[in-house]
C-alpha cells in the first residue's frame, strides 16, 4: 500500500539527501556535464534509500512518463540523441523526481535541493558583482565571438557571471530574488544580521535587473513579485484577497498585459523578429506530424532541420513552450501544462503550500516559469523547468498531507508549530473556508 506519510520512512536506513545538493548546485552553477551529475547523485540516492510509494504527485509524474516516451521515440534516429539529447535531459530529472519526492523526506529533500539552487544563485550574484566593482567582465574573456559581447564591453551595468548572455543571467537573478523574498518574509530577531545581508543583495539584484534592460526580464520580475506578495498576503489576512478578488486581480492583469503588448515597449523589431523564428519553427512542425507529436528527441537533430530549412538564419525558439514541443512534442507541452495548472490552483488560488521560506519559494519559482521562460533563447538546457517543477510539486504535495492531519503544520525553517501558532498564521486548510467568501 503506498504512503504518504512525510517521515523518513523506517524501512530507509541510511539518509543520503544531502548528495542531492551536490548535483543541483552544480547545474546552477553551470558545471560541465552537470545535467548528468544530477542523474548520477539522484541514482545514488535512490540506491543507498531505495524508494517508497507515495501518492499525490501525479501530474508531475506523468510529464516526465510523456517527455520520456516521446524523446525516447524520437531520439531512435540517432542513438547519440538518446545520450545527449531531450531524452537525457528528461531521464536525469525523472531521476531527481524519484529521489525528491519518493525517497526519503520529502520536506528534507526539498529544503537541500533548494538549498542548493539559492547557494548556485549566490555564486552567480557574487561573481557578477565583482563584474560590476570591477569592469572586468567575464563574457569576453570565455566567449570573444559572443553576439553580446560588445554591449557588454560598453554597459557597465551588462553583467553575465558564467551565462552566455545578460538576458539568461537577468532571469536567474529573478529566480534569485524571488527566493530572497521568500527568506526576507520568514525573518526573525535570531536572523537579524543574514537578514540585513539578504535585503542589501534583494534591492542589488533588483537594481541590477532593471539596469541591464532585459525587457523579458523585468516583466518576469514584476510578475513573480506579484504573485508572491498575493500569496503572502492572504497567509497573513485570508479575507483580504478572497478568491473573487483573486480572479479579478488575474483578469485586470490580463487586460493591462495585453494593453502593455500592443505598446512601442514590446512591439518592436526584437519582438517582430522572435515572431518571425516562432511562425517558421511552426511551419516545420506542420510539415512534419511525426515531429509535432513527439518532437526532434535532441537540440542537434532540431538545428540541423532548422539549417536545411532556413539556412544561415538563427532559429532559437526563445520561448520555453515552443521549446517543450520541439523536445518532446505537443503531448510533453500539454502535460508540462497540466502540472503549472495544477500548481496554480493548489499553491496559488488554494493556497496549499507549507508556510516558511522553501514552500514559497519553491511555489513562486514553479509558477514562474511562465514568466522565465519567455526570455532565454534555449531554457531547457539550463534545466530550470525541470528541476522548478519537481520543487513546486514537492512544496504542494507537503502541504496536502499535512491538511489531511498526516503531520503537523511547519513554521520557519521547517520546525514544528504549536497549533495556536498554526491558528494565528493561518493554515492551509483553515483558512480555505474563509478565501471562498
Partial sequence: MATTSLDFPPSQRWDAAALLAVGVFALVARVPASIQLVAVTSLIVLLIQGVVGRRGAGPVVAFFTV????????????????????????????????????????????????????????FHFAISFGELVSGIKILPLRDPNASTVATVLEDPWAVTSLFVNYNDYSVAMVIFANILLARLAFASRRTLWRSIVEGLAFVTVIVMVVMIGSRGAFVALVFTLVVEAVILIRFQHPLLLTTRRLWMIIGGGGVGLAVLWNTPY???????????????????????????????????????????????????????????????????????LVVLFWIFRHAFMNQELPMNPWGVAAAVTGLGLIGYGTVPSSFLAYGYPYLLLITATGAVWLSRVSAAGQLAPTGEEGQPQSHDEAEAQGSPAHDHEARQR
Avoid at 540517432?78 to 531531450?86: F, N
Avoid at 517558421?280 to 526532434?296: C, D, E, K, N
Avoid at 518532446?328 to 502535460?335: E, H, I, N, R, S
Fill in 67 to 122: 517527455c520520456l516516451a516521446t524523446s525516447g521515440v524520437a531520439g531512435l534516429t540517432s542513438v547519440s540523441s538518446l545520450l545527449d539529447g531531450y531524452a537525457m535531459m528528461a531521464a536525469s530529472f525523472a531521476l531527481l523526481a524519484a529521489a525528491v519526492l519518493f525517497s526519503g523526506s520529502v520536506e528534507k529533500n526539498l529544503k537541500i535541493v533548494l538549498g542548493a539552487v539559492y547557494a548556485g544563485l549566490w
Fill in 266 to 336: 514590446f512591439q518592436n523589431h526584437s519582438t517582430e523578429w522572435r515572431e518571425q523564428i516562432l511562425g517558421q519553427i511552426f511551419t516545420m512542425l506542420l510539415a512534419s506530424p511525426s515531429r509535432l507529436v513527439i518532437g526532434f528527441g535532441s537540440p542537434t537533430l532540431y538545428a540541423a532541420a532548422a539549417q536545411a530549412a532556413y539556412p544561415k538564419q538563427l532559429m532559437d525558439p526563445h520561448n520555453v513552450f515552443v521549446e517543450l514541443i520541439i523536445g518532446y512534442g505537443v503531448f510533453g507541452l500539454l502535460a508540462f
